[in-house]
């Protein structure tokens, strides 16, 4: 079997670092589409050009956002603070989240078309994992499981 196509392991350390990963790509997203926002006055297509930014600035800062919040879930699942039935129930990525416009991005300038499409391939990579755990193992709780988590009794004990 390839192993690029085995469900992943997801783990704290996996979490953690797409986190850090997660923060770094949104803060250079948002510090290159408020640089790019900056008066373009040497272009004829200036409008088209703050409208382009302004749809992909916020396109891209959302596909961030959507990404940290399902991270964040995680991380107060292996916190303790989700239960796997809660973090079945509300850590879920849309599947296909929309790119960016292709016109669009094609009057930025050459950098952040290339940030626009690491946070593409960011997103796709933490879709690629959910689905993976979801195939390769996680299943919803019986409601027995629930009750005995919810009471603190463990199933050895």
Sequence with gaps: MDPMSQPVAINPRIIEALYCEALILADEARTAFEKAMRPVTDRDDEDLVRIALSCEALRTTTRMMHALAWLLNYRAYFNGELTEFQLLRQARLTQNYPGADAERLALLDAGTRELVGAT?????RLVRIEKGWR???????????RLEERLGISAAG
């Design 120 to 124: 593409e391939r960011f997103y796709a």
């Design 135 to 145: 195939q390769g193992g996680a299943k919803a709780p019986t409601a027995i499981s």
